[in-house]
């Protein structure tokens, strides 16, 4: 751990988080940024990064997206409880017209793929996605539980509101967050930025921890298999996804999007505090809609008990010392991001390498470490 190198400024008071930070930094390539009240106050990077870099954040795109719902909610634009297929007749197709926004953003559709599983190109458009899953039975009772969609449920979303709007998700985002904010968050990479992109990389492990791992990976054609594309011929390699450049271009609305630490802390910053003197996006009515817990109890896909509040991680359940509505998201290569509205805590955390057992201890420490030092 001594040798390895940290660059980047804290706060007064931020002390402790670059202590923490030096033993996540034994990871491949990290960055962590924080944000209290909109103000910088953890701009930290260490390994094969720099600040600036971007790398593939996967579900941690999720935010992105559900921000963007949130937004045409609170227009009165888009209607949580409306059926999807009362702007998309095709998806009625069945039994799945009774199935509402709502359901899709809680996980509670049972659309989490299709038969025959979606290849790598297919899991990369959304608007393929959606083709896909207009036909496709749910894998259990619409509303009588809740499941994760890690690649397919939220294209969903993304083309209700294409129908809705006659515009992606993509150019909402684009014009609404990133561009207004300056966000170094994308969901669709321009070639021009293409050279701060550094590629996610697999995860190492020892023969024994891999074959502990394996030893209960998901059979393919289970619901854990289906929700991670594990079903497909060949199985997704999440790793090459983030890599392929059509990915990054067409920035997929459920795990397809590039960023840094700094994209991640600004988008929940901007989302609850405002940034650069602009105020927050989200009104109060409209946070506390999307914060509200709507799924817990077992997953049918990851098995755990899941923490879901409206296209958020309900993160005041996954780390109790935050406040019951903070919300945010992470993503399966390591990526961390979070808000927590009562304290005014934007965090967002990144690295490029997949742990070997998809398991990421480094996260508590962090949110653990930025909390204390906020709360001081």
């Not at 393919?220 to 997704?236: A, E, K, M, Q």
């Not at 809609?289 to 899941?306: N, W």
């Amino acid at each position: 751990m001594g040798d390895i190198e940290i660059h980047g400024t804290v706060a007064d008071g931020f002390e402790t988080v670059r202590d923490e930070f030096a033993v996540a930094a034994e990871a491949t390539g990290v960055q962590l940024a924080v944000r209290v009240r909109g103000r910088l106050v953890v701009d930290l990077w260490a390994g094969n990064v720099t600040g600036e870099t971007l790398t593939g954040v996967y579900s941690s795109t999720k935010g992105a997206t559900t921000l963007v719902a949130a937004l045409l909610v609170q227009d009165g634009i888009l209607d949580l409880d409306e059926p999807v297929a009362r702007r998309w007749p095709e998806f009625a197709a069945a039994g799945k017209g009774g199935i509402t926004v709502r359901d899709v953003l809680s996980h509670r559709s049972g659309v989490i793929g299709a038969d025959g599983g979606l290849s790598a190109g297919e899991l990369a458009d959304d608007r393929v996605i959606a083709q896909r899953l207009a036909g496709q039975r749910p894998f259990w009772r619409p509303g009588s539980a809740y499941g994760y969609s890690g690649f397919a449920g939220l294209s969903i979303v993304a083309e209700v509101v294409r129908r809705v709007t006659g515009r992606s998700v993509q150019e909402h985002f684009e014009e609404r967050v990133r561009e207004p904010y300056g966000l170094d968050l994308y969901l669709g990479l321009p070639e021009q930025e293409e050279h701060r992109y550094r590629e996610v990389l697999a995860g190492e492990a020892s023969a024994e921890e891999l074959a502990a791992f394996q030893a209960y990976v998901p059979s393919p054609h289970s619901l854990g298999g289906i929700g991670y594309g594990l079903d497909s011929t060949p199985p997704l390699d999440q790793v090459a996804f983030a890599n392929t450049r059509r990915v990054r271009a067409l920035g997929q609305v459920s795990a397809g999007g590039v960023g840094s630490a700094r994209g991640l802390a600004g988008l929940y910053a901007a989302a609850v505090s405002g940034l650069d003197g602009r105020p927050p996006l989200l009104e109060p009515g409209t946070l506390g809609e999307f914060a509200m817990l709507h799924s817990t109890g077992r997953d049918l896909v990851t098995g755990d008990a899941g923490q879901y509040a409206l296209g958020f991680q309900a993160k005041g359940l996954r780390y109790p010392f935050l406040s019951a509505n903070a919300f945010g998201h992470n993503g399966s290569a390591g990526s961390e991001s979070f808000a927590d509205p009562r304290g005014g805590l934007a965090f967002g955390y990144t690295r490029r390498q997949f742990s070997a057992t998809w398991s990421y201890p480094e996260h508590d420490r962090l949110a653990a470490a930025v909390h204390a030092a906020a709360s001081r």
